[in-house]
Each structure stands twice: as C-alpha cells, then as structure tokens.
C-alpha cells in the first residue's frame, strides 16, 4: 500500500512539474505593477520587496471585487496621489531616502523568465513604481484580474496537500 502511494505522490508531482512547464498567458486585457529596486544591494532589493507587498496589497484594497477592467483602471488612476502618499509615507517610515517616481499607463516590460515560463517584453498597461535610480533588479505581477497572489496561495496549497497525505499514510 505504502508503495503505490508513493508512486502516486511521485506521479502528481511529476504531473504538477509538466503543468507548471506549459505556457501561461497573462490576459491581453490585464493591470500590471511593476517595482524597480535603486540598485542590487541587499538594502535596494529588501525596501523594493517590502514596498511591492505593502503598494500591492493597498491596490487589492482598493480595487476590490471589481471585474471590470475599466473600472480597475479608473479606481488606480483616481487614486494615483492617495498611492504617491501611501508610497512616500512608507519610505519616510523606512528611513529610505531616494527619491521615487510612480507612473500609470503604458510602460514597457523587459523580456522576463521566470519559473521556466517566458513572459514577452513589450507595452503593458502597468502602474510602474521605480525606486532612486531605477538600476535594481524589478519585481513585477498583475494587479487585474488578480494574479499576484496565485503562486503563492498555489504552493501553499500545493505543500498543505501533500503534507495532509504523508500524515494520513505515514
């Protein structure tokens, strides 16, 4: 019995692995929020970090349930000075001392592979935060339709459910 469950477990997991490897595709009509570190240094790249969560999860807030696109549009642009304060409020908080810029509209996306997936570079429509000089590695996701949480909440389910199957078994 413990065998055929391991075999199993080995087969979602192989399974999942040549999932994840297929192509996917961001919505044609999708908010993109992309955050620029000052620099590589570990201090750039850990204030970038802490501020993509906090602008991000400000945006959900804002946003809502909303599933019209135009609509999210119109509620990011008619809060771009609230998001300028929220941003520079925070900043202040961290003691980061550079200045900041925050654009909203079409920005361009360098080509980008992440977890072997190829995203194209080209003209997104994106919220764009860019951090001192904007020379840093950048963090990016879509904030509609909301897919910055996904792997997030997929790999935490992911892990939930194989751990719940080795306890039962093992």
Same mark, same amino acid.
């Given at each position: 019995?413990?065998?055929?469950?391991?075999?199993?477990?080995?087969?979602?997991?192989?399974?999942?692995?040549?999932?994840?490897?297929?192509?996917?595709?961001?919505?044609?009509?999708?908010?993109?929020?992309?955050?620029?570190?000052?620099?590589?240094?570990?201090?750039?790249?850990? *204030?970038?970090?802490?501020?993509?969560?906090?602008?991000?999860?400000? #945006? @959900?807030?804002?946003? /809502? &349930?909303? !599933?019209?696109?135009?609509?999210?549009?119109?509620?990011?642009?008619?809060?771009?000075?609230?998001?300028?304060?929220?941003?520079?409020?925070?900043?202040?908080?961290?003691?980061?001392?550079?200045?900041?810029?925050?654009?909203?509209?079409?920005?361009?996306?360098?080509?980008?592979?992440?977890?072997? *997936?190829?995203?194209?570079?080209?003209?997104?429509?994106?919220?764009? #935060? @860019?951090?001192?000089? /904007? &020379?840093? !590695?950048?963090?990016?996701?879509?904030?509609?339709?909301?897919?910055?949480?996904?792997?997030?909440?997929?790999?935490?389910?992911?892990?939930?459910?194989?751990?719940?199957?080795?306890?039962?078994?093992?």
């Amino acid at each position: 019995m413990k065998k055929i469950l391991i075999l199993l477990i080995l087969s979602y997991l192989l399974f999942i692995s040549n999932v994840k490897s297929k192509e996917i595709t961001i919505p044609k009509e999708a908010i993109r929020l992309r955050v620029i570190a000052n620099s590589n240094s570990e201090y750039d790249q850990q *204030i970038k970090m802490k501020l993509s969560v906090k602008i991000n999860k400000k #945006i @959900t807030e804002l946003i /809502g &349930n909303t !599933k019209d696109i135009n609509k999210a549009k119109k509620i990011i642009k008619d809060n771009i000075n609230y998001l300028n304060n929220y941003i520079n409020d925070y900043l202040e908080k961290e003691n980061y001392n550079l200045n900041y810029t925050i654009i909203y509209g079409e920005n361009y996306f360098p080509n980008k592979i992440y977890n072997g *997936i190829t995203y194209n570079e080209g003209l997104y429509e994106s919220l764009v #935060i @860019t951090l001192g000089k /904007g &020379n840093g !590695k950048n963090w990016w996701c879509v904030l509609f339709p909301p897919l910055c949480l996904i792997e997030e909440e997929d790999n935490n389910n992911y892990k939930f459910f194989v751990k719940e199957l080795l306890d039962k078994y093992f």
